[in-house]
């Protein structure tokens, strides 16, 4: 069993920049991928962002590429989110996820990963 906490959320400007961190107890992450996922109020849980257990492939929704990154340091056991040139369309409640497989690859769909942080909300005005 893994538990994740999220944290780094909170309310900014459109143009600023957040990091979110999410750090993993109970188990290493170091085999398996990890991906960020957000949702609006009244939306689906989508995908945001997803990173490969070897840290080695990184992959993006069209509508958050190049100004998120993903990242990961599997010796503090943490993945991060860095979110730049935020806008008012990025605000929503963010989620980490730990695939269900070791070593697979990347998913966008959330039923491929079973564990899920409680997640931290991010609110961008304009």
């Known amino acids: 069993q893994v538990q994740l906490v999220e944290s780094g959320g909170g309310l900014v400007q459109a143009g600023g920049s957040l990091r979110l961190s999410c750090v993993a107890s109970?188990?290493?992450?170091?085999?398996?991928?990890m991906g960020w996922f957000r949702q609006a109020p009244g939306k689906e849980r989508e995908f945001v962002a997803g990173i490969s257990w070897s840290g080695g492939s990184t992959y993006y929704a069209d509508s958050v590429k190049g100004r998120f990154t993903i990242s990961r340091d599997n010796a503090k056991n943490t993945v991060y989110l860095q979110m730049n040139s935020l806008k008012p369309e990025d605000t929503a409640a963010y989620y980490c996820a730990a695939n269900r497989e070791r070593y697979s690859g990347v998913s966008y769909r959330t039923r491929e990963y079973d564990y899920w942080g409680q997640g931290t909300q991010v609110t961008v005005s304009s």
């Open positions: 109970g188990r290493t992450i170091g085999p398996y991928a």
